[in-house]
């Protein structure tokens, strides 16, 4: 049963997980835009993009452009990936206030998708961390492949939360738990928050759900019943990851509202604002929504025929 805390804090990931792994890739002027719209909605969290090698990902390009360009606004905070110092020095000059680094509790995805091993990638974000701290930069912390590895299959939860410890001891205001994959069950999401909140307080986790499986709703509801209240979702379900072949978008921001407000929690977004943010940028991808709520509300609008 959820208990207390009615309150559910969402960041919204969808113009940087969502749209770095589109094919089409958007010009910075309607990324601004998509993230404008998103805030309209009432979303106060939101990852704008990643200042990562454009080689790796060709669709985070022009990050610095996006953040420059973005409304200045009491209570939106605009966030960014950065995987090294160079990230870091990029994303404060385009005037980031917060970042994310991103680690992974899997040695070969780790591998794949930052070219290095945990350890590394640790060590490399306690520099990121000493220069964000000087500068008074909030940092985020992900963990990717929380319950399964896209090339390894089984992860242990113990791995995560080792990953999660280091993470958070080095000054990481959030864990985030990334289900890269979207194989993970909501037994395997319970086991996964009772081994991390062992280190890491529940305030601090978030959960970050790709929705392969189709599981994610259920994933989402059963780390609430955990006392989790922060999730990253991404408009129409845009999305996933580069290097996990095979992985669909992360949740669909309409669906987890769907869900909050039957549940009667709070979350100060507007669904019907959102429901409209998803046609746009589905209509700039040329795509499909991946969202279920938005695809039933848009076809009692008769705005949509459902499949
Ligand atoms: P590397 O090749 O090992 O890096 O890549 P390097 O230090 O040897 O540098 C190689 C080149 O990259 C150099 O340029 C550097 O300047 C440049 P060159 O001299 O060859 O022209 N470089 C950079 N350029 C721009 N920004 C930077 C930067 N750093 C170096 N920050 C690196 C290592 C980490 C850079 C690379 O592997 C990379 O960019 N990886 C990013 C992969 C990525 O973005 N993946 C998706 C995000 S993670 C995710 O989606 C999971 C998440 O959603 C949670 C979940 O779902 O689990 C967060
Ligand atoms: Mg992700």
């Not at 960014?80 to 917060?98: D, S, T, W």
């Not at 006392?227 to 979702?233: A, G, K, M, P």
């Not at 604002?273 to 509300?297: C, H, K, W, Y």
Request: charge should be neutral; glycine fraction near 10%; charged fraction near 20%.
């Amino acid at each position: 049963m959820i208990m207390a805390d009615n309150h559910v804090r969402l960041v919204e990931v969808g113009a940087r997980d969502g749209l770095q792994n589109e094919k089409r890739t958007l010009h910075p002027q309607i990324r601004v835009q998509l993230l404008e719209m998103l805030a309209d909605t009432g979303l106060r969290t939101l990852e704008a993009g990643a200042f990562v090698s454009p080689r790796w990902v060709p669709q985070m390009a022009g990050s610095d452009d996006v953040l420059k360009a973005l409304s200045v606004r009491p209570g939106v905070t605009w966030t960014a990936l950065v995987p090294n110092v160079k990230g870091l020095e990029a994303a404060m000059a385009a005037g980031c206030r917060e970042v994310a680094v991103f680690a992974a509790a899997s040695e070969a995805f780790s591998q794949k998708n930052i070219n290095c091993s945990i350890a590394q990638s640790l060590a490399r974000y306690q520099d990121v961390m000493v220069l964000a701290r000087d500068a008074g930069v909030r940092v985020r912390g992900y963990v990717s492949c929380v319950m399964g590895c896209p090339f390894t299959g089984y992860v242990k939860p113990e791995a995560v939360a080792a990953v999660s410890a280091s993470l958070f001891a080095m000054g990481c205001h959030e864990i985030s738990l990334g289900d890269t994959l979207g194989s993970g069950t909501p037994a395997a999401t319970k086991s996964l928050i009772d081994a991390c909140r062992q280190v890491v307080p529940v305030s601090a986790l978030a959960g970050h759900f790709h929705d392969t499986y189709g599981m994610a709703i259920a994933n989402i509801h059963a780390a609430l019943e955990a006392d989790v209240r922060i999730f990253d979702s991404s408009v129409a379900g845009l999305g996933g990851c580069p290097y996990s072949p095979g992985a669909t978008g992360n949740v669909a921001t309409e669906d987890v509202i769907y869900l909050l407000n039957g549940l009667g929690m709070t979350h100060g977004v507007d669904l019907d604002a959102l429901i409209d943010v998803g046609e746009f940028i589905n209509a700039q991808l040329g795509r499909e929504t991946a969202s279920r709520v938005s695809r039933a509300l848009l076809a009692k609008r008769g705005r949509l025929q459902p499949s």
